[in-house]
């Protein structure tokens, strides 16, 4: 991550996995998101930020299809997505943790897993060979669960887990999915200081060769893990840049210490 190298080497134009133009969302004339340009660079881990009421939830239901805008456009590894749908999203690989919402409490954490792997199967046309996909789906199921550390609890409900280890699971079903541009929101709320370890831990990973956008309220886990940061305030975009950057901004120091809290 760090210098976000597209291997395009100094001067080539940034590779923007996520682009939007002028993103805007109306709620009966309240202008909840105003004009936003945000890029995405593929292969970051990116933060979206801002005090309370900022926009942010709003800004994600746009990206990952919940909301319409009001204006604008979102356009997707270059491809103008303004009116695909959220299915369609998550197969073109933009997939919005935790997509599959269903952890399914009375599945255990292998069949909650299998579903997901089931889902992506179904939508990726090897139907027709039901005997070995089975077998693949097997296989990787184990390796997902292995991956995000819950071997020993593989035969679990999920429903037993702890919160930690369920958004473990979470992170399982996502990554069934195959994502190529994962959309966290606020992975680490509910957690507490041990689980946000092992969750900011499994980001960092999850995010070898994906892109990661999150919005997140807890600043030390943004600024270890992103790359980049947008701030936003009353619907637009205040800054833009690194931690360290961003944090010594005088407007954004205004707006969070005018604004509650992260
Ligand atoms: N469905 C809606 N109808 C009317 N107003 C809305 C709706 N959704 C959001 N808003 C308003 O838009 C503004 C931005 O809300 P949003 O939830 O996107 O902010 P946020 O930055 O995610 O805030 P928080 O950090 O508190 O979750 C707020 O003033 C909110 O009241």
Same mark, same amino acid.
């Given at each position: 991550?760090?210098?976000?190298?597209?291997?395009?080497?100094?001067?080539?134009?940034?590779? #923007?996995?996520?682009?939007?133009?002028?993103?805007?969302?109306?709620?009966?004339?309240?202008?909840?998101?105003?004009?936003?340009?945000?890029?995405?660079?593929?292969?970051?881990?990116? @933060?979206?930020?801002?005090?309370?009421? @900022?926009?942010?939830?709003?800004?994600?239901?746009?990206?990952?299809?919940?909301?319409?805008?009001?204006?604008?456009?979102?356009? $997707? &590894? !270059? %491809?103008?997505?303004?009116?695909?749908?959220? =299915? =369609?999203?998550?197969?073109?690989?933009?997939?919005?943790?935790?997509?599959?919402?269903?952890?399914?409490?009375?599945?255990?954490?292998?069949? &909650?897993?299998?579903? @997901?792997?089931?889902?992506?199967?179904?939508?990726?046309?090897?139907?027709?060979?039901?005997?070995?996909? +089975? #077998?693949? *789906?097997?296989?990787?199921?184990?390796?997902?669960?292995?991956?995000?550390?819950?071997?020993? $609890? %593989?035969?679990?409900? =999920? !429903?037993?887990?702890?919160?930690?280890?369920?958004?473990?699971?979470?992170? /399982?079903?996502?990554?069934?999915?195959?994502?190529? *541009?994962?959309? +966290?929101?606020?992975?680490?709320?509910?957690?507490?200081?041990?689980?946000?370890?092992?969750? /900011?831990? *499994?980001?960092?990973?999850?995010?070898?060769?994906?892109?990661?956008?999150?919005?997140?309220? &807890?600043?030390?886990?943004?600024?270890? *893990?992103?790359?980049?940061?947008?701030?936003?305030?009353?619907?637009?975009?205040? /800054?833009?840049?690194?931690?360290?950057?961003?944090?010594? &901004?005088?407007?954004? %120091?205004?707006? #969070?210490?005018?604004?509650?809290?992260?």
């Amino acid at each position: 991550m760090g210098g976000a190298d597209t291997g395009q080497g100094p001067g080539a134009p940034a590779d #923007y996995i996520l682009e939007t133009r002028g993103l805007t969302r109306e709620f009966g004339g309240f202008m909840a998101v105003r004009d936003v340009d945000l890029r995405v660079r593929r292969h970051t881990i990116h @933060a979206l930020i801002g005090p309370n009421g @900022a926009g942010k939830t709003t800004v994600f239901n746009l990206l990952t299809k919940f909301l319409t805008p009001s204006g604008g456009t979102i356009s $997707y &590894n !270059g %491809r103008d997505v303004t009116t695909v749908g959220p =299915a =369609a999203m998550a197969r073109l690989g933009m997939v919005r943790s935790f997509q599959i919402s269903s952890v399914f409490a009375n599945l255990t954490v292998i069949e &909650n897993v299998r579903v @997901a792997l089931q889902q992506k199967l179904g939508t990726s046309l090897h139907f027709w060979r039901p005997k070995r996909s +089975l #077998y693949s *789906l097997h296989a990787r199921a184990d390796e997902l669960i292995e991956w995000v550390g819950l071997e020993t $609890y %593989r035969d679990v409900l =999920a !429903g037993d887990l702890s919160y930690g280890r369920r958004r473990a699971l979470e992170f /399982a079903t996502t990554l069934a999915l195959e994502p190529e *541009l994962l959309l +966290l929101d606020e992975p680490m709320a509910g957690l507490g200081h041990e689980d946000i370890a092992r969750i /900011a831990d *499994l980001i960092r990973r999850v995010s070898q060769g994906r892109t990661v956008l999150m919005v997140e309220h &807890n600043l030390d886990v943004v600024s270890n *893990l992103s790359d980049r940061i947008t701030v936003l305030t009353r619907g637009s975009i205040l /800054a833009e840049g690194g931690y360290a950057e961003v944090s010594q &901004n005088p407007a954004v %120091r205004e707006a #969070y210490i005018g604004g509650a809290h992260a």
